[in-house]
């Protein structure tokens, strides 16, 4: 699975660490999401899109066979 969360971040200038304490997780589990590497849950997936002023499906790009 791929995200935008890293460009989105950027655009709202939010460090992983800034972005990790507004959604209630540590600044690794941010790194992993960002990096393809965890699959976020529902829950989690919804605090970051709200925090990026986001949709979950335009934060979350899903590809044949994730």
């Known amino acids: 699975m791929k995200t935008k969360i890293k460009e989105l971040r950027a655009r709202y200038n939010l460090t992983q ?3 990790a304490k ?4 540590r600044r690794e589990t941010i790194v992993f999401l960002e990096k393809g590497k965890y699959n976020p849950s529902l829950k989690l997936a ?5 925090v990026l002023k986001s949709t979950i499906d335009e934060l979350f790009i899903f590809e044949k066979g994730d």
């Open 17 to 19: 660490e800034d972005l």
């Open 46 to 50: 919804h605090r970051i899109a709200k």
């Open 22 to 25: 507004k959604v209630g997780v």
